[in-house]
């Protein structure tokens, strides 16, 4: 069987529930905008139009699950890399809006550009587990109000896979679809083959930004699918019990929901969370902690509760440079969620709780999904591997090296071949120039820039949109 | 007398705001010596909460606890204290935003508490600040200080249009500014022109402690 892993009985996701429905009914949430809170009230909401607050009540959350769709495919530029939710394994994706990135160059931390966004892209298509690109970093070689799209931008020409990214305005819309419609061609390939997704952020506790709520429900229209993503922490912007800031997030998740399904009923919605916990002494928000990770495989049971494709941030670290901190955290935040079936985990390739981009962590991380994954895959037992008559004919004393099922058995899934882990002998390593994972990941960097890209745009596509990226450099 | 301050100090050291604001009444009815109630009662126990905090037995909300106790003790305390007779002085006046277009505020907000706690008059304008609207408040308040708060890498341009603005109205040079949030470093700090940066709230009392003398 699978290896799996919960940390909610049935029992306890009624509670969280029932604790989030009593947050939406009784304390309400915060949408800054008159339009929306009409929408809302002719759904049944009770509006406060002094404070802008929606009191949401349960039957407004099961009416919006029952129009989300539990079922769709997030297309990639290359439809090789179309990936079908819900999965059947745990997918990898960068996380987004990091801020530095380690110099490839020098390995000196930096302010992230452009360039480094695009040769994530180009390490991320090499990844065999990486299905989903959110553009690591925003680049600081943009003006200020394009930074967002201009990193959609690269990452569409470098990587053929799905492309996730927030939309914080609608002014970021045209520019968006007029990349997309250079790739498909029409705004109904756009809504058909959903090449591209966006992230929404709520803001805890308990508030939708407005800008980026009015421009994510502009993108419904297009069934653009969306990422319900809160990121409250415990004991600042969420209360300090893993319970209750598990049910605020729900609660803020479901009311992203009410809001999108409210907007364009059957908008397609992956559910999920970036919570997390502060460092009780200096505040900071922490990643790589077990309490960030309990938390983040709770809101994975809870999505697949309400039947929804459930992306969760992980594989996460808060130190600040590639070793053995960051491995341990990473493995911590990522192991149980893969055993907890989550569809896409969220996060390699950062460090320093997602603000430094590392090309190299990148292989690493893809390197801890993978074997992650092994773990989760768990032993077959089967008719298939029933390997009796193979013991019954090598008896006492003898060896299984000549066994057919041997040599086939060594070529199955059940083997997973690591690609960055050392296997060799002593002597071996030694001869290899005692290699570690980071400089075997360098190398391999390397290897992936200098090559030719596996699947690049036609020559006109890329000309259009590096057009459209002149025209928002050239209006900031 | 020496029973009262003990109290204003575990008051404001427990972090409890109805204990501070009832001792802050109580000094005010009974006309005790402002600069014995702050150096002995209400200030010690933000100086014990600090020590506490550097030997690691007071986490940060312990700390924003008593911060907002003595916030409350100094509101009250506030006209008292502001006579020249009081002996008491005040640090200096913080202007704190978090700057257009920016939500997020809770970084924010400790560093107000912690700046309140440790004498400065704190005028926090929330969050989402017009960029106008933060010079004009300090102008209108004759702040020492500007403290600009940024979580996102695309707010953080707003602290260099602040920046460049005050430069343009002339007045740049009438306040020290500080930065602060997530994407900023020293090296954006300098590069914009501020004056200084801390990557947390007990950095940043140190900060404007420098700043302002």
Known sequence: ?476 | MSQQLEEMKNAVLEGDEVLASRLAHYALQNHLDMKQVMDEGFLRGIQEAGVLYEQGEYYLPDLVCSADAMKCALEILDAEIKKPTSGVASKGKVVLASVQGDVHDIGKIIVGAMLTASGYEVTDLGPDVPNDLVIERAVEIHADLIGLSALLTTTMEEQRNIVNRLKEWGIREKYKLIVGGAPVTHQWASGIGADGYSDDAVGAVALVDGLIE
């Open chain 1, 1 to 476: 069987m699978n290896m799996t892993g919960n940390v909610l009985s049935q029992g306890e996701m009624d509670s969280v529930h029932r604790q989030s429905i009593k947050i939406l009914e009784e304390v309400g949430v915060q949408f800054p905008d008159e339009g929306v809170l009409s929408m809302l009230e002719k759904k049944g909401a009770v509006i406060d139009w002094e404070k802008k607050t929606a009191r949401i009540s349960e039957s407004m959350v099961t009416n919006a699950l029952a129009t989300a769709p539990k079922e769709f495919t997030l297309g990639g530029r290359n439809p090789e890399h179309d990936f079908a939710l819900p999965s059947t394994y745990s997918a990898l994706n960068l996380d987004g809006t990091g801020v530095y990135a380690l110099d490839p160059a020098t390995g000196d931390k930096r302010y992230g550009v452009l360039q480094d966004i695009g040769n994530a892209a180009k390490v991320f298509e090499a990844i065999p587990l990486g299905k989903v690109l959110w553009p690591p970093i925003v680049a600081s070689d943009c003006p200020g109000g394009t930074r967002n799209l201009m990193g959609a931008a690269i990452s569409m020409i470098h990587c053929s896979k799905h492309l996730q990214d927030e939309v914080k305005h609608v002014e970021e819309i045209p520019f968006l679809l007029g990349m997309l419609k250079a790739i498909l061609g029409s705004e109904q390939a756009i809504r058909d083959r959903k090449i591209y997704s966006v992230t929404y952020c709520t803001v805890a506790p308990l508030m939708h930004d407005r800008d980026m709520m009015l421009a994510n429900m502009e993108l419904t229209k297009l069934h653009v699918p969306i990422l319900v993503y809160p990121m409250p922490a415990c004991g600042s912007t969420g209360p300090a019990s893993l319970y209750s800031n598990v049910a605020l997030a729900n609660a803020e998740a479901l009311s992203a929901i009410v809001l999108f399904q409210a907007a364009t009923p059957g908008t397609p919605l992956i559910f999920g969370t970036a919570q997390g916990v502060i460092h009780r002494k200096t505040g900071l928000f922490l990643e790589g902690a077990p309490e960030t990770v309990l938390q983040g495989v709770a809101m994975a049971q809870m999505g697949k509760r309400y039947g929804l494709p459930v992306t969760i941030a992980g594989c996460l670290t808060d130190a600040k440079e590639p070793g053995m901190q960051a491995v341990l955290e990473k493995v911590l935040t990522t192991l149980p969620l893969t055993l907890a079936k989550t569809d896409v985990i969220q996060g390699i390739g950062l460090l320093e709780s997602s603000m430094t981009l590392s090309l190299e962590q990148i292989l690493i991380d893809a390197e801890i999904g993978e074997l992650c994954q092994r773990m989760g895959e768990g032993i077959e037992v089967s008719p298939e591997k029933d390997f009796y008559a193979d013991v019954a004919q090598v008896g006492q004393g003898g060896h299984f090296l000549k066994q057919p099922s041997t040599r086939s058995g060594f070529r199955s899934s059940e083997y997973y071949n690591p690609s960055l882990l050392d296997r060799e002998t002593y002597d071996q390593w030694c001869n290899l120039g005692s290699p570690n994972m980071f400089s075997q990941a360098s190398d391999k960097v390397r290897n992936i820039l200098n090559a030719e890209p596996s699947c690049p745009l036609p020559l006109d596509t890329e000309i259009a949109i590096r057009e459209i990226m002149e025209e928002m450099r050239h209006k900031g």
